[in-house]
């Protein structure tokens, strides 16, 4: 725990400094050489902080559990810091794409104006929010937990809201942050229940299960309804997912990548910590059946609604944004399937449903990450992320191209790289489905594998949409043709996620192992599942080191034709032709594919479900002149629903103020009223 606590001190440490330089360019203009400074002292505190929180995580036993408790000032609760195997596992991509994107923050900001941004702020905030996600996975006490979430939930508003100067940043911003503290008040209620019931704070008095060994199952029930609000809300599971489609287009990309990489995943931290809570005393087979059921299905819906919503998508970063809810809901489907394979006593189904949904969170960091890190570059290099402004970007910037396609296929599930492994394991878990007792269990969980299926499917059609239109054919406007294209010594930090894309699929046997070991302590399994689970270890383990020698092979062989390839070319001239030329003499980019032509076939089908609207003018007579096609998939949740509950809180608000009138007679006249209250209140009790 030494090597955790001097972590969490760098970070403090650094964001105090940051602080202190933010309050100084507040009342005095920074120039230039202060704000270089500060650039560099917010990457640098967070690197080390992050290598020494990395050093932490795999120093010692994987499965051994440390705690340690500090001093506390406040009445209730205390400070305790605890690694375990699942606190291990999510602190990885906490402390590694937290390091990957702070290098690559200080890269893109160093040429920002000190009169337009302050970057002591914009750094402090960042190390305020990874000091919050790492007491979030280590907090051991339910006050701790809440402050720290509060920490990590505040600290990207002002992340998010960095180019402020604009009105779609700031409503992005201020969506962020309704949506947060709302997700926020569910789990306060669900911890204050909590507290009632067992009369403690302590998270490992908690889990022993003592509290709500004899509890109500209506209690237990509400208290997972509390828990799928509140950390739903933070994962962006529909139709609580409004936030994410938003801030991550506003935000700085090294922001976004964050975000989408590491912060969201304590929503499915949360997740899996509250049902061992709810299921002690260390026996998750307690679970009710529909719970794994619902997490089940509002993961299938969240994964569905969220592919089709980012197939429509013109915006590169708002794609990625709705990806990553598409991903989060593969992950609570993993969950679900554990649940319900406890239920019915399955013992695969438990195993590889709560493996597949942790190697898929590991996964999904490494090729999210990169893939908005690639996205920034492009925003840096063009001035846009719009996809149809864009093209042509392989030849002007090769390197951020491989890196995107790496990102792609590896996120399509493409073997052997990371995405296949999670997504197999998934896969797998559901073919047990005629193990299942009834019918009305085994095809619903046959139609949910299906729906994994459409969804890995769409999921490749839209990142060879969004290479396609963004690297490939010709440049289609301005932003594209005039590039300032990075050199390559500023793209460094892509090798770091581009890496765990490659090994996630060569070492999947090993993450697998990993993944097993954490879940195995985790999810406490009834002792009559050992000797199985040791059986399916095997097996899969068997399976995944397979596809790994394979996928190696078959990579191996492909490099040695691509370079027989260029060695048989050389010296030779090779004639290049216009993409998409067609034989057409007088072809412009125009009459490239765009991505609302690249997406109009599926729209046909899934316009119901896509919220699609189309416009189009249809080409007609011989010689037409124009023609176009315009695709839009507006968030029907947001506009119908979160919006005028939006507007309804800021109404409220606002007639709140009345009470503000200043005068402090009447103030005293409140606080008299309310301790009469509660006096009032405590005597009838």
């Known amino acids: 725990m030494e090597l955790f606590l001097a972590a969490l001190g760098v970070l403090l440490a650094a964001a105090l400094a940051t602080a202190i330089l933010a309050i100084i360019a507040a009342i005095r203009p920074p120039g230039a050489s202060a704000s270089a400074w500060a650039n560099r002292l917010g990457p640098s505190g967070a690197a080390v902080a992050c290598l020494l929180g990395l050093a932490a995580v795999l120093q010692g036993p994987w499965d051994a559990i440390l705690a340690i408790s500090l001093p506390w000032g406040l009445p209730i609760g205390t400070c305790t810091l605890g690694?375990?195997?699942?606190?291990?596992?999510?602190?990885?991509?906490?402390?590694?794409?937290?390091?990957?994107?702070?290098?690559?923050?200080?890269?893109?900001?160093?040429?920002?104006?000190?009169q337009e941004h302050n970057l002591a702020a914009h750094w402090f905030f960042y190390l305020l929010l990874l000091l919050g996600m790492a007491l979030v996975m280590s907090a051991r006490d339910t006050v701790l937990f809440i402050l720290a979430w509060e920490v990590m939930s505040l600290a990207p508003f002002f992340l998010i809201d960095f180019n402020d100067g604009d009105s779609k940043v700031r409503d992005a911003s201020w969506v962020y942050l309704i949506a947060a503290h709302l997700g926020a008040v569910a789990l306060i209620a669900f911890f204050a229940l909590f507290w009632q019931v067992t009369g403690t704070t302590?998270?490992?008095?908690?889990?022993?299960?003592?509290?709500?060994?004899?509890?109500?199952?209506?209690?237990?029930?509400?208290?997972?309804?509390?828990?799928?609000?509140?950390?739903?809300?933070?994962?962006?599971?529909?139709?609580?997912?409004?936030?994410?489609?938003?801030?991550?287009?506003?935000?700085?990309?090294?922001?976004?990548?964050?975000?989408?990489?590491?912060?969201?995943?304590?929503g499915l931290y949360g997740m899996l910590r509250s049902l061992s809570l709810l299921c002690a005393p260390g026996d998750l087979s307690a679970a009710p059946e529909w719970w794994g059921w619902s997490l089940l299905l509002l993961g299938l819906a969240t994964g569905l609604m969220g592919i089709l919503k980012a197939m429509a998508q013109d915006n590169l970063k708002r794609m990625l944004a709705y990806s990553s809810v598409e991903n989060m809901g593969l992950m609570f489907m993993?969950?679900?399937?554990?649940?319900?394979?406890?239920?019915?006593?399955?013992?695969?189904?438990?195993?590889?449903?709560?493996?597949?949904?942790?190697?898929?969170?590991?996964?999904?960091?490494?090729?999210?990450?990169?893939?908005f890190l690639c996205a920034g570059e492009v925003l840096h290099a063009t001035g846009t992320v719009r996809m149809g402004h864009l093209g042509g970007l392989q030849r002007s910037m090769p390197l951020v191209a491989w890196a995107f396609a790496l990102g792609a296929a590896s996120i399509a599930c493409l073997p052997p790289l990371s995405g296949f492994a999670g997504e197999f394991?998934?896969?797998?878990?559901?073919?047990?489905?005629?193990?299942?007792?009834?019918?009305?269990?085994?095809?619903?969980?046959?139609l949910t594998l299906g729906g994994l299926a459409l969804i890995s499917g769409l999921a490749a059609a839209l990142y060879a949409k969004a290479y396609g239109i963004t690297f490939l054919g010709q440049p289609r406007s301005a932003f594209s043709a005039n590039v300032h294209a990075p050199k390559p010594v500023t793209l460094w930090p892509l090798a770091l996620p581009a890496l765990t894309c490659v090994l996630g699929g060569f070492c999947a046997p090993w993450t697998f192992s990993l993944a097993s070991w954490t879940a195995a302590q985790a999810t406490p399994l009834p002792q009559e599942f050992l000797p199985q689970r040791l059986e399916v270890w095997s097996r899969i383990y068997e399976s995944l080191s397979m596809i790994a020698l394979w996928g190696g092979i078959l990579l191996g062989v492909s490099l040695i034709l691509l370079l027989l390839r260029a060695a048989l070319l050389r010296g030779r001239a090779v004639r290049r032709e216009p993409t998409w030329g067609c034989g057409f003499q007088a072809g412009t980019a125009r009459i490239q594919y765009t991505d609302g032509a690249f997406s109009e076939p599926l729209a046909r089908v899934f316009a119901p479900l896509m919220g699609l609207r189309r416009q189009s003018s249809p080409i007609s007579g011989l010689f037409a002149n124009s023609a176009?096609?315009?695709?839009?998939?507006?968030?029907?949740?947001?506009?119908?629903?979160?919006?005028?509950?939006?507007?309804?809180?800021?109404?409220?608000?606002?007639?709140?103020?009345?009470?503000?009138?200043?005068?402090?007679?009447?103030?005293?006249l409140y606080i008299l009223v309310t301790l009469i209250a509660l006096l009032v209140w405590g005597l009838g009790a």
């Open 83 to 114: 690694l375990d195997p699942l606190s291990r596992l999510f602190l990885l991509p906490v402390f590694g794409l937290g390091m990957t994107c702070a290098f690559s923050g200080g890269l893109s900001l160093r040429h920002s104006l000190p």
């Open 628 to 668: 176009c096609l315009y695709l839009a998939a507006p968030d029907r949740l947001r506009s119908g629903l979160f919006t005028p509950l939006f507007e309804l809180v800021l109404r409220v608000c606002d007639a709140c103020k009345i009470i503000q009138h200043g005068k402090i007679h009447l103030y005293i």
């Open 334 to 371: 993993g969950v679900g399937v554990g649940l319900v394979g406890l239920s019915v006593y399955n013992h695969d189904m438990v195993l590889l449903g709560f493996v597949g949904a942790l190697i898929h969170m590991l996964n999904h960091a490494g090729f999210k990450g990169l893939l």
């Open 425 to 446: 394991v998934l896969a797998v878990s559901m073919l047990q489905a005629p193990a299942l007792p009834g019918l009305e269990r085994q095809i619903p969980l046959f």
């Open 202 to 266: 302590g998270l490992e008095a908690l889990q022993s299960g003592e509290g709500l060994r004899h509890a109500d199952p209506l209690l237990r029930s509400s208290l997972f309804v509390l828990a799928l609000l509140g950390f739903g809300a933070k994962a962006g599971l529909a139709p609580l997912h409004v936030w994410l489609p938003e801030a991550h287009p506003a935000a700085p990309s090294h922001v976004s990548a964050l975000l989408s990489g590491a912060m969201i995943n304590a």
